[in-house]
């Protein structure tokens, strides 16, 4: 079966953040892939990861960043498969400038936005499978057994 979630880091420092998603994905057998890419230090990585992504049919890319947080503005610029954000806190303003960055786009240019750090990894993977869910079942199944079994991750 192909990834069809694609979570990309703007750092290997954010890897901490997104564990407990992965993990939940793993625990479901959902693939997917992880990369590491920073909007700023390697855009020409970046941008080969998103035509890869669009080339490959990745049906929604997680993307995970801090301080100014540009990566998934970035990232929704450069393609029209829906972008979710994640803002980390690794700045002194402990992520509020990484939110602000990822939640107040230019219009024309959405991004969906979760909250900072590792809640916000984990609804932006739940989230990624509700859009997925509106075109295969399976996902709609999975996500149906996690909101009545709720503790399983939480």
């Not at 960055?101 to 739940?126: D, E, F, R, Y």
Request: charged fraction near 25%.
């Amino acid at each position: 079966m192909k990834s069809e979630i694609l979570i990309i880091l703007g750092s290997k420092s954010d890897l901490p953040v997104v564990e407990d998603a992965i993990e939940f994905l793993k625990s479901k057998n959902i693939p997917h892939k992880l990369e590491i890419a920073s909007a700023h230090r390697t855009p020409k990585k970046l941008e080969k990861i998103i035509k890869d992504a669009e080339r490959d049919d990745f049906k929604v890319i997680i993307a995970v960043a801090g301080y100014a947080a540009h990566l998934p503005g970035v990232i929704a610029s450069k393609t029209l498969i829906p972008v979710i954000g994640v803002p980390v806190a690794s700045s002194p303003l402990g992520g509020i400038d990484a939110l602000f960055s990822i939640v107040q786009m230019p219009p024309g240019i959405p991004v969906a936005t979760m909250g900072v750090g590792k809640s916000g990894a984990k609804n932006a993977v739940l989230y990624a499978m509700q859009i997925l869910a509106v075109r295969d079942k399976k996902y709609y199944k999975i996500l149906e057994m996690y909101r009545e079994g709720f503790g399983d991750y939480t």
